[in-house]
């Protein structure tokens, strides 16, 4: 139940640009199974490609959208109230990307990897068409890991990585090392549309989100 979740209420009180993302919100917020807790925190459960629930990673958002950094993610397999009532189904915690569950959903989509989870839910919003083009996160710039991916280059699928703009030159190293000839660094969003005022630590959805204020000024 996410009504009264702070950071769904932030993403739904947004300045979107068109009817047809205000209309999508809900419909993404619950494709990728995002959750509430009653201290006010957001769950993004990790559910892997064969539907088993890995953990959920506990976030504590400002009113603002920014992440309370004062608050350390904290995990979902490690609360012992939850393990008694949910089997994860392994022995030890293995961390995987979040929305990985909707890659066999969308067999033919071409798999966008961002950083955080905030931007995956932003861009599915803003850009649609899932089925096309789905947006997974690995949950920051240190964690694209072979081991996070390893299923979708078993799968032959098609991945494009954004990184924000302080990661493009460390992912660039790391697309040429794994070395996987349907994966690209994809940077054109951020070349063609960022400018000085969203920082030099920019990702897709701090542009989005300037360009609808912009837009409803």
């Known amino acids: 139940n996410t009504k009264k979740d702070r950071f769904c209420c932030w993403i739904r009180q947004l300045p979107w640009r068109t ?3 205000r209309d999508r919100i809900e419909h ?3 494709l990728y199974c995002v959750g509430h807790r009653r201290d006010g925190r957001v769950i993004f459960w990790q559910i892997d490609e064969n539907g088993i629930v890995r953990s959920g990673k506990i976030m504590k958002y400002l009113p603002d959208g920014h992440r309370d950094k004062k608050r350390n993610p ?3 397999h490690n609360q012992k109230y939850i393990r008694e009532r949910i089997d994860f189904e392994h022995s030890e915690f293995r961390s995987t990307l ?3 569950h909707l890659v066999t ?3 033919h989509a071409t798999i966008h990897l961002v950083e955080s989870e905030k931007t995956a839910l932003i861009c599915a919003i803003h850009f649609g ?3 096309q083009d789905l947006f997974v996160a690995c949950g920051g710039l240190k964690n694209l890991r072979a081991e996070a991916i390893h299923s979708l280059i078993e799968m032959r699928r098609d991945i494009h990585l954004w990184p924000d703009k302080d990661g493009i030159a460390e992912w660039r190293k790391l697309c040429d090392k794994f070395n996987y000839a349907r994966m690209k660094l994809y ?3 951020i070349d063609q549309n960022w400018c000085v005022q969203d920082g030099p630590k920019a990702d897709a959805a701090d542009i989005i989100i300037r360009k609808m204020i912009l837009f409803n000024q």
Do not use: A, C, R
């Open 19 to 21: 009817k047809e993302e």
């Open 28 to 30: 993404v917020l619950w």
């Open 74 to 76: 904290g995990w979902m």
């Open 98 to 100: 979040f929305g990985m």
């Open 105 to 107: 959903k969308y067999p």
């Open 129 to 131: 068409n899932i089925e």
């Open 187 to 189: 940077t054109d969003y």
